[in-house]
């Protein structure tokens, strides 16, 4: 059975990814006020500036499989064989990731590897982490 765990928000990043569309309307108004953008840009800064920022707002999730860890940030995706993971911490690490909170567990897997997580309810998500990793669910 899968579960679903949405990424938590923190309130300045999730302010940012908001502000990010409003600005990118701004300029797209003022360059067709001032016949200053060609249609190309004007599409480019649409879809970077308002598309990108809301679909990873609205689509970062962690969803435990049977058998792996689906990973979704926008456009972004990643499977991990739960045999795989071997460790996993909480951290505040701010390097780019797939989360939308500073409040992350890194979690190792494979060789060497690692991904920074934040689901919302990271007791839960630890609990069924831990029992599908111990085989049982």
Known sequence: ???LYPSKIDKWLGAILLLVPVVSIYAVMNSWRTDAGDPFSVLLTLAFGIGLPLWIL???????GTEKLHIRCGPFTKQIAIADIHDVQPTRNPLSSP????????L??????SVMISP?????????????RNGQE
Do not use: H
């Not at 989360?99 to 890194?106: F, T, V």
């Not at 190792?108 to 590897?113: D, E, I, Q, T």
């Open 99 to 106: 989360a939308l909170s500073l409040d992350r567990l890194r």
């Open 1 to 3: 059975m899968q579960q």
């Open 58 to 64: 609205l689509s970062t999730r962690y969803v435990l």
């Open 108 to 113: 190792r897997y494979g060789n060497n590897k």
């Open 120 to 132: 919302r309810l990271q007791g839960d998500f630890l609990r069924e982490l831990n029992a599908r």
